[in-house]
């Protein structure tokens, strides 16, 4: 009987270290052997040809002790393969093909399908077993997963890996990867921190802090299909075994918390041996600093990026990318999902359902299609879908990113998109529901609607029977406490006729319905369609012909650059950055469209720029002064803020018709450049003032264009 162990040194060791374990290699190469043997039924371990396979050469420097050596002293014989490419060939050439008699025990100690070729092409005999030994079953998917026995490598040494705890300040990693561009996908984020974590070691602690139950206090959390699943979100982590810590919104309410418990959870007796914090706040520098000093191991999982520098370049911390490892979808990759998802799937309120509803309410009051973005986000603040501007301005931001609003101005008008399907499926849920309490108030006279009696109603309404709606009474409550919060409808607890002790709950209108439900056609205007033109040698008024969109977006990229490059004295600006300033401004292709045509007419160059901030090379945009577009936009921009350094000195009122008349007869798209104005901050609206700016005399911009010295605090 012929009975070979092949132990994968190189694999097994790589393993070990990505969980943490710290082994002997003495009792890790006789404990091999040994069990290989008494798995195989020999009476001696030397009846068992035992092989240690490694690129050997790697290990000189390693540790105090040549692993080479150590297994060669343990009665193996050691060959070295300098590349795993043709691994398992080169061991059928130097063993099997030489031995004559077929293999009856087979033990590969691997985590690795490097090794599986081996099964098919050596002789065995009929009763032949073969064992694999690893530390995750890999056979799973493969024709071999019901042929070969896997056996826990760890559980069968009685090795011991290292604890770990998780430390998770998700409100900052959640703002961090939606301001990279990434969807908040909560579920795929919770596997793939419980599986990073679990490479580390044995979980011992896992705890994610952020306002939760908050509305509107972190970035819009979906799932794979892009329902926003915010409220969800505490008892999807408490399934995973991470547990929500509520911390209050804002930086410093987290931060503390978490520093605090990191000091107080190292300092006990039995302390993890591994403290992971996920996190890119340079506040923590100090915290770590504490804990590598009482000998723990640290690691921080941050977003490439908005990571502190202080943090990466910390010598003590190991970084871990969290984009890197959990492979985030994008804004566009998450509206294809949601365009073409499952019809089936529950079709529940969310962020977005709060988008359209607040847009219509607004949209309704004003009595147009097209409403100013910065009306939106103080509608959104009103109702406490959002908590702060920021927040409201980036929902605004990926609504439009998945096609639910379109950018219809130079200004920043938004329109909804009737076809898009969560625009639709809104309208109708909300519809539905508040026509039929509306109704039911009316015909039978009453000053309120029973709860139960409403959600009775509803089960029985035929309009709502459509895929992945009105499923049940859960579906239809979620749906009425949301128009609740929306302030559509009206939620209270009155005394109980018979029994005046219990409170039941009941429904009612708000004392302004006729302005609160919308009343308009729905149907949007065309959208502009986008044309594969040259640019070269095109005047900037021939592309305001064509495109319109495009052209507004060069004089917004122009004047961005220019302010940005002349405010930090760079010669170019982060075209990254560039981009997410006026992505609320793209209309689908309008701004590579506008870099395209600035590249083309030798008005702008892109190019890869050492930062001063970062090892890696930035991807920046830079202006050419010297092309006549640049220096037409430049003058249009420095001959408007002296219409507005005009007004200011006189003390007359910014409004547009006031600049309008100042700068008769010059003719000027006055909504484009007060939007742009915005924007770059030169002009401020006043609240609850439609229509009224005030004009920020000490912008360095504007100091420039006024002649004098530039402030330092922009």
Not at 515 to 540: F, N, V
Not at 561 to 574: L, M, V
Request: hydrophobic share 40%; proline share 5%; net charge negative.
């Amino acid at each position: 009987m012929a009975a070979y162990l092949v132990v994968d040194v190189d694999d097994l060791l790589d393993r070990f270290h990505q969980k943490g374990i710290t082994v002997d290699l003495q009792e890790l190469a006789v404990g091999l052997r040994g069990g290989a043997a008494l798995a195989a039924g020999l009476v001696s371990a030397d009846r068992l040809k035992s092989i240690a396979v490694a690129n050997w050469e790697q290990y000189d420097a390693y540790g105090h002790v040549n692993p080479q050596h150590v297994f060669r002293a343990a009665g193996y014989e050691v060959f070295d393969s300098p590349t795993r490419e043709s691994l398992a060939d080169v061991l059928i050439i130097h063993y099997f093909s030489y031995d004559p008699q077929p293999v009856d025990e087979l033990i590969l100690a691997t985590t690795s399908r490097d090794l599986l070729p081996l099964i098919n092409r050596i002789k065995t005999t009929r009763r032949a077993r073969i064992r694999m030994w690893g530390s995750e079953d890999v056979l799973q998917g493969t024709p071999y997963a019901d042929e070969i026995i896997f056996q826990p490598l760890e559980n069968m040494l009685g090795l011991q890996s290292k604890n770990v705890a998780v430390y998770i300040d998700f409100e900052n990693i959640a703002i961090s990867l939606n301001e990279q561009g990434f969807i908040v996908n909560l579920d795929h984020l919770i596997d793939r921190f419980v599986k990073q974590a679990k490479a580390h070691g044995q979980v011992v602690k896992m705890a994610a802090y952020a306002p939760w139950g908050q509305r509107g206090a972190l970035p819009p959390l979906v799932d794979s299909q892009g329902r926003e699943i915010a409220d969800e979100a505490p008892s999807r982590l408490l399934l995973a075994n991470i547990d929500p810590v509520f911390n209050l919104p804002g930086k410093n309410s987290a931060d503390i918390r978490i520093a605090r418990e990191i000091i107080t959870d190292s300092s006990h007796p039995d302390a993890a041996d591994v403290y992971i914090l996920a996190s890119g706040d340079r506040d923590f520098n100090d915290v770590l600093n504490a804990i590598i000093q009482r000998g723990k191991q640290v690691i921080l999982w941050g977003v490439r990026g908005s990571t502190s520098r202080q943090l990466a370049n910390n010598p003590g911390v190991t970084i871990e990318y969290i984009d890197d490892f959990t492979n985030l979808q994008t804004h566009q990759s998450l509206s294809d999902a949601v365009v073409g998802q499952d019809v089936a799937d529950a079709f529940t309120p969310s962020q977005w359902s709060s988008v359209v509803i607040q847009f219509d309410r607004l949209a309704n009051e004003l009595g147009t299609f097209e409403i100013p973005s910065r009306r939106l986000v103080e509608q959104l603040q009103h109702v406490g879908v959002v908590v702060s501007r920021p927040r409201g301005e980036d929902l605004v931001s990926q609504a439009v990113s998945l096609g639910i609003l379109r950018v219809v101005s130079g200004r920043g008008h938004l329109q909804l998109n009737a076809d898009h399907p969560i625009v639709i499926k809104t309208r109708l849920v909300r519809d539905r529901i508040v026509r039929r309490v509306a109704n039911t108030l009316e015909v039978r006279g009453w000053e309120y609607v029973n709860y139960g009696f409403l959600l009775k109603g509803l089960a029985m309404d035929h309009d709502l029977e459509r895929p992945g709606m009105n499923i049940d009474d859960q579906w239809r409550s979620h749906w009425i406490d949301s128009l609740v919060r929306e302030q559509l409808l009206v939620r209270e607890l009155v005394p109980h006729r018979h029994n005046p002790d219990d409170l039941v709950p009941v429904i009612k209108l708000p004392t302004d319905f006729s302005t609160t439900m919308p009343q308009m056609d729905y149907t949007p205007a065309p959208a502009a369609s986008l044309s594969g033109m040259q640019w070269q040698r095109m005047p900037l008024e021939e592309l305001e012909q064509i495109e319109p969109e495009t052209a507004d977006m060069v004089r917004r990229v122009v004047v961005s650059i220019e302010q940005f490059t002349s405010f930090r004295n760079f010669a170019w600006c982060p075209l990254g950055s560039l981009h997410r300033r006026l992505r609320l401004f793209d209309t689908g292709m309008s701004f590579q469209r506008a870099v395209e045509y600035l590249i083309a007419n030798d008005a702008a160059a892109v190019n890869e720029y050492d930062n001063p901030q970062s090892i890696y090379k930035t991807k920046g945009i830079s202006i050419n002064h010297e092309s006549e577009i640049v220096q037409h936009i430049l003058e249009q921009r420095n001959r408007f803020i002296q219409i507005l350094l005009e007004l200011y000195e006189r003390n007359i009122l910014i409004t547009e018709d006031n600049v309008a008349r100042h700068a008769a007869p010059e003719a000027w798209n006055w909504d484009l450049w007060f939007s742009i104005m915005e924007t770059e901050n030169v002009l401020n609206a006043l609240p609850n003032r439609l229509g009224q700016y005030s004009l920020f005399r000490t912008h360095h911009t504007v100091n420039l264009v006024a002649g004098g010295a530039p402030e330092e605090n922009e």
